[in-house]
Antibody, heavy 120, light 107 residues
Framework: QVQLVESGGGVVQPGRSLRLSCAAS????????MHWVRQAPGKGLEWVAV????????HYAESVKGRFTISRDNFKNTVNLQMNSLRAEDTAVYYC?????????????WGQGALLTVSS | EIVLTQSPATLSLSPGERATLSCRAS??????LAWYQQKPGQAPRLVIY???NRATGIPARFSGSGSGTDFTLTISSLEPEDFAVYYC?????????FGGGTKVEIK
């Protein structure tokens, strides 16, 4: 069965960096785009970033462009989110999500989420 | 960026009643709209994709319709486990965007 397991969340000071990871299993990882979606406490869902199935393309939300970088390792079946210059407004649960179909970015599987708190 | 507006914000209904949730896009998204269900403390769950296709394991009481800018998620007869927050999401244009959500609560 498909599993997505995030790790790396925690408490970090504003301006610092953190890297989230997502370990995938149960499907052909190298065939699907992978995304990060976040949810601030008590708020709705916000799409953050995508990386193409082969790592050839990335897209970012305007709110994180230039600060966050998504990457993947198709040998280790992992996707990462490097977050730099963190701000209080980046505080959220970060979900790793799998695309439902090849090049069709809706999300049929989600991880359990990793909580990032940005606070001094 | 395509803005998705969901209405109503809250829907108060009793088990067995019909729920009708709306999602309106600021420009056409063709049929590239999905719906998700989220319960407290849980990750979202895909309910409908591409406007009207039920995701794996989703009961037939859930149905989606619409195209262009106006979409509807209908739950024909609410079961206790259906009370949750529902989000729509478009995949027509980057950046991907979500609606603000509709909370379906027990009346």
């Amino acid at each position: 069965q498909v599993q997505l397991v995030e790790s790396g969340g925690g408490v970090v000071q504003p301006g610092r960096s953190l890297r989230l990871s997502c370990a995938a299993s149960g499907f052909t990882f190298s065939s699907y785009g992978m995304h990060w979606v976040r949810q601030a406490p008590g708020k709705g869902l916000e799409w953050v970033a995508v990386i193409w199935y082969d790592g050839s393309k990335e897209h970012y939300a305007e709110s994180v462009k230039g600060r966050f970088t998504i990457s993947r390792d198709n040998f280790k079946n992992t996707v990462n989110l490097q977050m730099n210059s963190l701000r209080a407004e980046d505080t959220a649960v970060y979900y790793c999500a799998k695309e439902g179909q090849w090049l069709a970015p809706y999300f049929d599987y989600w991880g359990q989420g990793a909580l990032l708190t940005v606070s001094s | 960026e395509i803005v998705l507006t969901q209405s109503p914000a809250t829907l108060s209904l009793s088990p067995g009643e019909r729920a009708t949730l709306s999602c309106r896009a600021s420009q056409s998204v063709d049929r590239y709209l999905a719906w998700y269900q989220q319960k407290p403390g849980q990750a979202p769950r895909l309910v409908i994709y591409d406007a009207s296709n039920r995701a794996t394991g989703i009961p037939a009481r859930f149905s989606g319709s619409g195209s262009g800018t106006d979409f509807t998620l209908t739950i024909s007869s609410l079961e206790p486990e259906d009370f949750a927050v529902y989000y729509c999401q478009q995949r027509s244009n980057w950046p991907l965007t979500f609606g603000g959500g509709t909370k379906v609560e027990i009346k």
